[in-house]
């Protein structure tokens, strides 16, 4: 367990590595003025000869490189005419468009998308794996058939349409529930989780169902091993074959797309937090973008790749608590 464990943390960081690479070089080694895009279109050509400096665009590749990479690990300075900014590790960079360091930003919009992952993947496993452990025990049967139909409904439906339609119903013909107003979790926990209700069961009617069909799957797959049919040949009832000895088996698979969906979701839920006006990293990647941020695309690209290679981690050591098998492979 120990050497894999150190396999699987020695394979994160090299991905890591790979990924700032990949990201510096398709963002600042692309053609055209990377000053002036990063400054800015209103920047004065001073302006924009000093972010070129700053950013050492005049350097080799590999010394440009080694000063971001510097910045990720030990932090940097940035020199503002007037005087020196430290931007301490992990420096993401300096928005010359907003004067704010990008860590600093999106550490500040980080909490609302933590709030919205988490609290919709708890909706989405439970309604998910649920369904799909229903649909094995009623196989054959009509519920079967129903729920394979509503899972079908629900990945063929796009996230903004089931939030509007919730929206619609839910907030303005019944009212029952607010529209979303974010507010931190440390000010009011319970208007907190009442204002984000919405989003949540949004977000997990549309992801819950590839779990759904994952879990069934899985489970059949796993049901027709040699070792359920002997635990089924030795009298051992259905529900416990289902729920106690073919459930751990078939969970591998569910954990390795929970990790990719949850991953993914911490570098920003776009849809989702544009259609219910939550200040998270989504929104701020579609600001940045549309007003050519570069540093904060930068950033934020690496903070989603980032979660995502740490959430694959730790799904790796979850399928290895729950196969052994896992750690021989």
């Known amino acids: 367990m120990k050497w894999f464990l150190l396999r699987r943390l020695g394979g994160a960081v090299f991905v890591l590595l790979a990924l700032s690479v990949i990201v510096y070089a398709a963002f600042y080694v692309a053609p055209g003025n990377v000053a002036q895009?990063?400054?800015?279109?209103?920047?004065?050509?001073?302006?924009?000869?000093?972010?070129?400096?700053?950013?050492?665009?005049?350097?080799?590749?590999?010394?440009?490189?080694?000063?971001?990479?510097q910045g990720l690990f030990v932090g940097?300075?940035?020199?503002?005419?007037?005087?020196?900014?430290?931007?301490?590790?992990?420096?993401?960079?300096?928005?010359?468009?907003?004067?704010?360091?990008?860590?600093?930003?999106?550490?500040?919009?980080?909490?609302a998308t933590a709030s919205l992952a988490v609290g919709a993947f708890v909706l989405w496993m439970l309604l998910g794996v649920g369904t799909g452990l229903l649909s094995v025990w009623r196989r054959g049967r009509l519920t079967e058939r129903v729920l394979t139909w509503i899972t079908l409904a629900g990945m063929a439906t796009p996230v903004f349409v089931i939030g509007l339609l919730l929206?619609?119903?839910?907030?303005?013909?019944?009212?029952?529930?607010?529209?979303?107003?974010?507010v931190p979790l440390t000010e009011d926990p319970e208007q907190w989780a009442w204002n984000l209700l919405l989003p949540w069961i949004s977000l997990a009617l549309v992801s819950a169902a590839p779990y759904a069909r994952m879990?069934?799957?899985?489970?059949?797959?796993t049901l027709a091993e040699d070792h359920v049919r002997?635990?089924?040949?030795?009298?051992?009832?259905?529900?416990?074959?289902?729920?106690?000895?073919?459930?751990?088996?078939?969970?591998?698979?569910?954990?390795?797309?929970?990790?990719?969906?949850?991953?993914?979701?911490?570098?920003?839920?776009?849809?989702?937090?544009?259609?219910?006006?939550?200040?998270?990293?989504?929104?701020?990647?579609?600001?940045?973008?549309?007003?050519?941020?570069?540093p904060v695309v930068v950033g934020l690209v690496l903070v989603t790749g980032f979660f995502v290679v740490?959430?694959?981690?730790?799904?790796?050591?979850?399928?290895?608590?729950?196969?052994r098998r896992v750690v021989l492979a």
Do not use: W
Request: glycine letters at 10%.
């Open 37 to 69: 895009i990063a400054c800015g279109p209103r920047c004065s050509p001073a302006q924009v000869a000093q972010v070129s400096e700053q950013l050492h665009l005049g350097d080799p590749l590999y010394v440009q490189y080694g000063h971001f990479l």
């Open 76 to 111: 940097r300075d940035y020199s503002t005419g007037t005087g020196v900014l430290h931007c301490q590790a992990p420096c993401l960079g300096l928005s010359y468009q907003s004067d704010q360091q990008v860590t600093e930003l999106i550490l500040a919009k980080l909490p």
């Open 167 to 182: 929206i619609i119903i839910l907030v303005t013909a019944l009212q029952i529930l607010p529209f979303p107003d974010y």
């Open 215 to 221: 879990t069934r799957a899985s489970m059949l797959e």
């Open 230 to 294: 002997t635990f089924r040949a030795y009298g051992v009832g259905e529900r416990a074959l289902v729920g106690r000895h073919a459930l751990r088996g078939a969970l591998a698979p569910v954990i390795a797309l929970g990790a990719l969906d949850i991953g993914s979701m911490f570098g920003g839920a776009v849809l989702t937090e544009s259609l219910f006006g939550i200040p998270g990293v989504g929104r701020e990647l579609v600001d940045a973008v549309k007003h050519v941020d570069l």
């Open 310 to 323: 740490l959430a694959n981690a730790v799904a790796d050591i979850l399928q290895a608590m729950a196969d």
